[in-house]
């Protein structure tokens, strides 16, 4: 028969070591390990980022060649990237076409001098440096801010970085942006209303791809982001509900322990006697 000392020690360290860990931790490390790692040691996350990127930005530069090349009904040719930039370079008169019936969109070519809808005119050098510093923030958003397994936010920011240097090719090479959509052309305000720069149109401003890629891929992070923020909160209740239920099982786990071993105490008293 072993002696009496040594299975209570052995029994008593052996369930010391059974007692559950904290819940909330287990928890974190899960949740971590699940997100992934960072997308810029993903090899996967930037062939996505790259092939959203390619396929927008080949779409915008041949859709303005085309345009220029066929709306008009001639070729559009335009003068040196120096003389297109100057505020008082036009385009040469020419009807436009219309491409879906009821007046729902027109194509009509357009140098656009200013940014997304034609917005700022004539800042060439503030969009230029503008397009480029958020070129930059996109890519260290996408390399840091989101994980290999966020694929919907990889294609926003693809979209986003297409537009932005789909645009900036056009403000470097070409001199100003080349515009061609115009939605609801011959569509009026009621009510004898204006825009404040006196178009009576529902929507005067021609776009172009690039311009649709950017707000496009804005609203993809604007889901995105809501997306993240519901799951985390989901995540933190989780963790929360854990870490209260683990306190509840070590003193369940405790009092059993405990029982045990006055169990084996009373069963070595009876031995002995």
């Known amino acids: ?48 980022l790259i092939l959203v990127f390619a396929l ?24 040196s990237a120096q003389e297109v930039a100057s505020p008082s370079y036009r385009l040469p008169f020419h009807q436009g076409m ?3 019936p009821f007046d729902l969109l027109d194509f009509h070519l357009v140098l656009n001098h200013g940014a997304v809808f034609g917005v700022g005119q004539h ?16 890519v260290w958003v996408f390399g840091w801010w989101t994980r290999e397994s966020n694929r919907l936010a990889h294609v926003g920011i693809g979209l986003i970085l297409a537009g932005g240097v789909g645009n900036l090719h ?14 609801l052309p011959r ?24 311009d ?3 707000l496009a891929g804005m609203t993809i992070l604007l889901i995105h982001s809501w997306r993240e923020d519901s799951r985390k909160a989901k995540r933190t209740a989780a963790a929360a509900l854990a870490s209260a239920v683990a306190p509840a099982q070590g ?7 405990a029982v045990t071993h006055d169990r084996e105490s009373s069963d070595r008293a009876a031995d002995k006697s």
Do not use: Y
């Open 1 to 48: 028969m072993s002696r009496p000392d040594e299975p209570v020690s052995q029994a008593g360290e052996g369930r010391a070591c059974d007692q559950p860990r904290d819940a909330s931790i287990v928890n974190e490390s899960d949740l971590a390990a699940g997100e992934g790692r960072a997308s810029w040691h993903s090899p996967l996350a930037w062939w996505t």
């Open 187 to 210: 569509w009026d305000l009621p009510m004898g209303l204006n825009w404040p720069g006196g178009s009576n149109e529902v929507f005067p401003w021609v776009f172009n791809m690039a």
């Open 251 to 257: 003193q369940a786990g405790s009092r059993s322990a």
């Open 123 to 138: 800042r060439r050098g503030i969009f230029v440096s503008f397009t480029i510093a958020a070129v930059v923030a996109a």
């Open 56 to 79: 927008g930005l080949a779409a915008d530069l041949v859709t303005k060649r085309l345009a220029f090349e066929h709306v008009a009904g001639f070729p559009m040719e335009l003068a």
């Open 170 to 183: 056009d403000r470097l090479f070409v001199g100003a942006v080349r515009d061609f959509l115009h939605m």
């Open 212 to 214: 649709m890629m950017l």
């Open 98 to 100: 219309r491409a879906i």
